[in-house]
């Protein structure tokens, strides 16, 4: 009966999977932090803590496992989970009991980055398995699929995991982990994919984050929208090796990039700094914006980077970026952001209102740190 009413919820209502992740998707990944060091109790406690915290009720949905979960198969090919996890099924049970979803990992290749069982050959039955335990997303590494296909074969290798995902009727966001090789952008939604890396894998460093978030983004806008989204990869907030203005930051140029807000931190012991950036209402309001557009750079003056965005009520979210090493002023201008006269500003940072500002919008930025505004038309 279960097995039945699950099939029915994509095939009697199509529209229920087709519309995944119309807002980039939010949550935690349990890779940045704790790496092959991850198991069912802490995936538990971090459930526990994502609902303690307030990090549900900001938004932070899916509890994804990374990679170093998968046993071996069975005598029928059955993929089964290792001892660190012993009941996946039990455990998207307790996940989904705390009102939230749960991811799983795999690799289209015979081996996943980490060395476990892959999919390759398995597809169809692994979609089936994942859908069995109440899996809700699956990120789906390339890693040593290079051993296998061609890199021209990644977009039909990729379609055939998000082929056997629909064939399951349930909704499983489907997240394209592939480095944005072969131009995945352009093909990244015609195979069934919701989200797509689109860069190397990020560290937790300004150089790492701005090179990615910055640098390899410019002219990729126009690929994201409802649905299917740009990813430079998850959140490194609160692991320590940026301090708090360049986190706030790497929160703001997400947020601005309409990117998947997955946090990589342990939740269970955040300070004051990581809990505000992460929980900032009104920075998280403007990545999960309905209309769904993608910043772009509108101005670059030496360090200084203005950033736009359109916002589906009319307003315009707008981000002085100072990359420097030196405190800078940063100048938005109407003509280049596509304002004329008088209109109300809001800091989304210091939740403050900042009066009515006619021609341009200018302030003091301090090194490697931003002022993110909301500008009413």
């Known amino acids: 009966m279960h097995r039945v009413t699950l099939i029915g919820l994509c095939l009697t209502s199509a529209s229920l999977c087709a519309n995944l992740a119309q807002t980039p998707p939010m949550g935690w990944n349990s890779w940045n932090k704790f790496a092959e060091k991850i198991d069912d109790q802490t995936v538990r406690a971090i ?4 609902v303690s915290s307030g990090m549900k009720d900001a938004g932070y949905i899916y509890v994804n496992i990374d990679d170093t979960w998968e046993g071996q198969r069975d005598a029928q090919g059955n993929i089964q989970s290792n001892s660190k996890f ?3 099924k039990a455990l998207a049970d307790y996940v989904h009991g705390k009102g939230l979803k749960i991811g799983i990992y795999s690799s ?40 296998v296909y061609k890199p021209s074969e990644m977009p039909s290798v990729y379609k055939k995991m998000g082929d056997a995902l629909k064939a399951t009727g349930r909704p499983i966001v489907f ?16 195979v069934g994919g919701n989200l797509w890396r689109t860069t190397d894998d990020i560290q937790d460093n300004w150089d790492s984050m701005t090179k990615i978030g910055f640098d390899k983004q ?3 806008a126009r690929y994201a929208g409802p649905g299917h989204w740009n990813d430079p990869d998850m959140l490194e907030i609160g692991n320590g090796g940026m301090n708090p203005t360049e986190y706030r930051t790497h ?81 938005a201008r109407w003509e280049i952001i596509g304002l004329k006269g008088k209109h109300k500003a809001h800091d989304l ?15 003091e930025v301090q090194a490697h740190g931003v002022i993110l505004v909301r500008i009413a038309r």
């Open 47 to 50: 459930a526990d803590a994502m």
């Open 86 to 88: 012993p009941d996946m």
């Open 108 to 147: 289209p290749g015979p081996k996943t980055c980490a060395g476990y069982e892959g999919s390759y050959q398995h597809e169809a039955q692994d979609a089936k398995t994942w859908a069995a335990w109440g899996i809700d997303y699956l990120k789906y590494d390339w890693c040593s699929a290079d051993k």
């Open 175 to 190: 997240s394209l982990c592939q480095y944005g090789l072969e131009k995945v952008w352009e093909w990244g939604a015609s």
């Open 218 to 220: 410019l002219t990729l």
């Open 251 to 331: 929160m703001s140029l997400w947020a601005m990039l309409a990117a998947p807000l997955l946090a990589g931190n342990d939740i269970r012991s955040m300070n004051a700094d990581t809990r505000n950036i992460l929980l900032n209402k009104e920075v998280i309001a403007i990545d999960q914006d309905p209309l769904g557009q993608e910043a772009t750079r509108v101005s670059r003056d030496g360090a200084a980077e203005v950033w736009t965005r359109q916002l589906a009520n009319g307003d315009l979210a707008v981000a002085l970026f100072n990359r420097s090493e030196g405190m800078t002023e940063v100048d």
């Open 349 to 363: 940072w210091l939740h403050q209102e900042l009066g009515t500002v006619r021609d341009s919008y200018s302030a």
